[in-house]
T-cell receptor, first 110, second 115 residues
Framework: DAKTTQPPSMDCAEGRAANLPCNHS???????VYWYRQIHSQGPQYIIHGLKNNETNEMASLIITEDRKSSTLILPHATLRDTAVYYCIVRSPGTYKYIFGTGTRLKVLA | DAGVIQSPRHEVTEMGQEVTLRCKPISGHNSLFWYRQTMMRGLELLIYFNNNVPIDDSGMPEDRFSAKMPNASFSTLKIQPSEPRDSAVYFC?????????????FGPGTRLTVL
């Protein structure tokens, strides 16, 4: 599976959009981009995933560049409860392994 | 659905003792995963079961670790004998069908401290 690169930490003001970037320059054509987050002391929680097209659900939006070498997770109106470590993972549909990197520690500030 | 259930939530034991962690996956899920999380190594996959059969145990650190899944609704991870370096948070996750896009659902974890 492709490696991902994320900034180690970010701050965001409450109510503003949080944009979390992820680089995955070696991604293969059939590999999906997944985002999970881990709130302190809890198990990781699925947020969203995509292949090529931008995706949106009730939690977030995922923007994938046309060359698929990078993506951005957008939390449109961040709240204090969104403070967590966010993991960007690429995975092919034929495999079961998620390789969790170090993620981005997002702190939402009041 | 109650989600993935793990027990105990916290376990403190002394070096050399046997430790058993338990997991109940989400009903209907046929894939189960055990992970370990430490500050030094992050979140690591230990073992993966599909339809109650261990498929990949390459992440199990050594022979002191063993995992079983006697039926579709129960799995155990056993450490015998335990050592202080086994102190970590152990997560169980389940998924409805590996190979597709389906996400993994994680339990709340068991925080293990070995003194």
């Amino acid at each position: 599976d492709a490696k991902t690169t994320q900034p180690p930490s970010m701050d965001c003001a409450e109510g503003r959009a949080a944009n979390l970037p992820c680089n995955h320059s070696t991604i293969s054509g059939n590999e999906y981009v997944y985002w999970y987050r881990q709130i302190h002391s809890q198990g990781p929680q699925y947020i969203i995933h995509g292949l090529k097209n931008n995706e949106t659900n009730e939690m977030a939006s995922l923007i994938i560049t046309e060359d698929r070498k990078s993506s951005t997770l957008i939390l449109p109106h961040a709240t204090l409860r969104d403070t967590a470590v966010y993991y960007c993972i690429v995975r092919s549909p034929g495999t079961y392994k998620y390789i969790f990197g170090t993620g981005t520690r997002l702190k939402v500030l009041a | 659905d109650a989600g993935v259930i793990q027990s105990p939530r916290h376990e403190v034991t002394e070096m050399g003792q046997e430790v058993t962690l338990r997991c109940k996956p989400i009903s209907g899920h046929n894939s189960l995963f055990w992970y370990r999380q430490t500050m030094m190594r992050g979140l690591e996959l230990l073992i993966y079961f599909n339809n109650n059969v261990p498929i990949d145990d390459s992440g199990m650190p050594e022979d002191r670790f063993s995992a079983k899944m006697p039926n579709a609704s129960f799995s155990t991870l056993k450490i015998q004998p335990s050592e202080p370096r086994d102190s970590a948070v152990y997560f169980c996750a389940s998924s409805s069908e590996v190979g597709l896009e389906n996400e993994q659902f994680f339990g709340p974890g068991t925080r293990l401290t070995v003194l």
